[in-house]
T-cell receptor, first 113, second 114 residues
């Protein structure tokens, strides 16, 4: 049982480059999330998708876009990477009204130089 | 909008000491409350959760938390910490209903000295 799978695990980008972080879950969860984790700032919600076909901005959406491709997959795109987007990115999924909280992927460590 | 505050950013304890980490949230409606733990180099794992019922909830590894609705608090406790509890701890609040928005606090880094 893979749970939540993120790719890639590590990435280095040059300023201005674009990339897409992929996330897939195999737990049939309705909701999916993208967070970034920075020292001293905890996890900040970038975007989330409460259910297939919907996406909403979180706390720090600027510079990012998302696509809920289907129920399993939720991708995060950086159109023009900036050094301020250097961070560890986590994808998570949960069930609406579910009693297990959210399950997290292993994270993607992104460095923008 | 919901928000979460963790006032202890860095806590250092000796083994066998008691632990209490503060968490306060703001949200006007029904909430679900969580504590997650992140061990060095790993992703977040659920420690415990509160949905309804008994406000004192017990989680894994001897942790417990008490939901005090009047204080909008959900503090994490453990009577006797171990070196292996060294980790970062995050409080989180999820808005009730179909919104399912999950917000985290800034985290508390716990270092337990042997």
């Amino acid at each position: 049982n893979a749970g939540v799978t993120q790719t890639p695990k590590f990435q280095v980008l040059k300023t201005g480059q674009s990339m897409t972080l992929q996330c897939a879950q195999d737990m049939n969860h309705n909701s999916m999330y993208w967070y970034r984790q920075d020292p001293g700032m905890g996890l900040r919600l970038i975007y989330y998708s409460a259910s297939e076909g919907t996406t909403d901005k979180g706390e720090v959406p600027n510079g990012y876009n998302v696509s809920r491709l289907n129920k399993r997959e939720f991708s995060l795109r950086l159109e023009s990477a900036a050094p301020s987007q250097t961070s560890v990115y986590f994808c998570a999924s949960s069930e609406i009204f579910g009693s297990y909280g959210a399950f997290f992927g292993q994270g993607t460590r992104l460095t923008v130089v | 909008a919901q928000s979460v505050s963790q006032h202890n950013h860095h806590v250092i304890l000796s083994e066998a000491a008691s632990l209490e980490l503060g968490c306060n949230y703001s949200y006007g409606g029904t909430v679900n409350l969580f504590w997650y733990v992140q061990y060095p180099g790993q992703h977040l794992q659920l420690l415990l959760k509160y949905f309804s019922g008994d406000p004192l909830v017990k989680g894994i590894k001897g942790f417990e938390a008490e939901f005090i609705k009047s204080k909008f608090s959900f503090n994490l406790r453990k009577p006797s910490v171990q070196w292996s509890d060294t980790a970062e701890y995050f409080c989180a609040v999820r808005a009730g209903g179909a919104t399912n928005k999950l917000i985290f606090g800034t985290g508390t880094l716990l270092a337990v000295q042997p």
